[in-house]
């Protein structure tokens, strides 16, 4: 079994998804930390439900990431983490991470990138009228959504009209492909 640790900042939903796939027979990880920048969360109550471990944090107690960064690094090495999984962390991770896990560092975005990079995904691929959007899961480097991409998978949008009906497509695609990323690079590693 090995050791994964997710990052989140809001509902969590991909979180759940990715700790009910663990709980199936065969899976190749397990979900042992839990890392928010926003302790009020809905990940966090999901962590506390799940009885998995969390590590929160407010960026306004630090002068630089650097040394939140040394604090979840060893919270990860403590719990022997040998993937992150970024699920809707709102943060760029900085080198102090980078370097203790290359290529050890995933994301999910909702776009087929490079299209769509950055903040309210969906809301750009509305304003520019696009027909079709999906899913990224890519590895994380310093820049934002700009990674070696792992899987992507599209989604028709021509007949979803409003934003809701878009982001729950998006999310049932995302709660799909993410475990078994996961669980591959698992199974390689
Ligand atoms: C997802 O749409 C993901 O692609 C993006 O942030 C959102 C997180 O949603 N990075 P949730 O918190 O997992 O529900």
Redesign the pocket.
Known sequence: MRNICVF?S??????DAIYEASKLEGCPYKITLLVSDKPNCK?VEKANLFNIDTFTFQVSSYKTKREFELEILNELQSKKVELIVL??YMRLIGSTLLHAYPKRIL????SLLPLYKGKDAVGQAMVDDAKESG?TVHFVDEGMDTGEIIKQQSLSIVNLHTRTEIETE??KI?HNIYPQVIKRIMGEL
């Open positions: 989140a809001g509902t969590g939903s991909n979180f990940a699920a809707g994301n999910i975005h909702p899913v998006i999310h995302e």
